[in-house]
């Protein structure tokens, strides 16, 4: 079964530092890219970051840029997001997604998604 | 950077109805366009990709549509499953930027 675990999330407080970890199984992981998804309570999704199957390449939206870090361990079957500086804005249930990409037909969208880590941060 | 709208953002209709959602960009973006659904308290799931393609397993009365700017997602005949949020999500600069739509919530009337 084609299956994404998230895990890590919990209450931090603002300024704290926390590493989430997606375990991914059924699927050849080395051959996708992945996502970081987020949703803030009663908000629509949010795209956070990706990186390439190989990790040579890492993007991420504006408001996280010099905060969080995606990473991977192909060997583990592993995803990770480290996350540093954390805001109450940061607040949110996070998700990590196996990314399709473009393809000739055009975007393929993410396919297969955990069940999300919820992050608080708070005082 | 691509801003991406959607109307409406709630709908209120009844099971059998015929349900259009639409979703614009702020410039033209081909088909790298995908349409989710999303159940509270559930991770969203893939329902259309490239505009207009249906994902294995989503039943054939959804369809997508569109493509440049402006792009549709029509559930046919609305069934009891199916109320829930739908977003889009566009990828024309992927893997710079991935960013959905604010969402449309489809309720019962």
């Known amino acids: 079964e084609v299956q994404l675990v998230e895990s890590g999330g919990g209450l931090v407080q603002p300024g704290g530092s926390l590493r989430l970890s997606c375990a991914a199984s059924?699927?050849?992981?080395?051959?996708?890219?992945m996502s970081w998804v987020r949703q803030a309570p009663g908000k629509g999704l949010e795209w956070v970051a990706n990186?390439?199957?190989?990790?040579?390449?890492?993007y991420y939206v504006d408001s996280v840029k010099g905060r969080f870090t995606i990473s991977r361990d192909n060997a583990k079957n592993s995803l990770y997001l480290q996350m540093n500086s954390l805001r109450a804005e940061d607040t949110a249930v996070y998700y990590c997604?196996?990314?399709?990409?473009?393809?000739?037909?055009?975007?393929?969208?993410?396919?297969?998604w955990g069940q999300g880590t919820t992050v608080t941060v708070s005082s | 950077d691509i801003q991406m709208t959607q109307s409406p953002s709630s709908v209120s209709a009844s099971v059998g109805d015929r349900v259009t959602i639409t979703c614009r960009a702020s410039?033209?973006?081909?088909?790298?366009l995908a349409w989710y659904q999303q159940k509270p308290g559930k991770a969203p799931k893939l329902l259309i990709y490239a505009a207009s393609s249906l994902q294995s397993g989503v039943p054939s009365r959804f369809s997508g549509s569109g493509s440049g700017t402006d792009f549709t997602l029509t559930i046919s005949s609305l069934q009891p499953e199916d109320f829930a949020t739908y977003y889009c999500?566009?990828?024309?600069?992927?893997?710079?930027?991935?960013?959905f739509g604010p969402g449309t919530k489809v309720d019962i009337k």
């Open positions: 059924g699927f050849t992981f080395s051959s996708y890219w």
């Open positions: 999500q566009q990828a024309n600069s992927f893997p710079r930027d991935s960013g």
């Open positions: 997604a196996r990314d399709l990409g473009r393809r000739p037909l055009g975007y393929y969208g993410m396919d297969v």
């Open positions: 410039q033209g973006i081909s088909s790298w």
């Open positions: 990186i390439k199957q190989d990790g040579s390449e890492k």
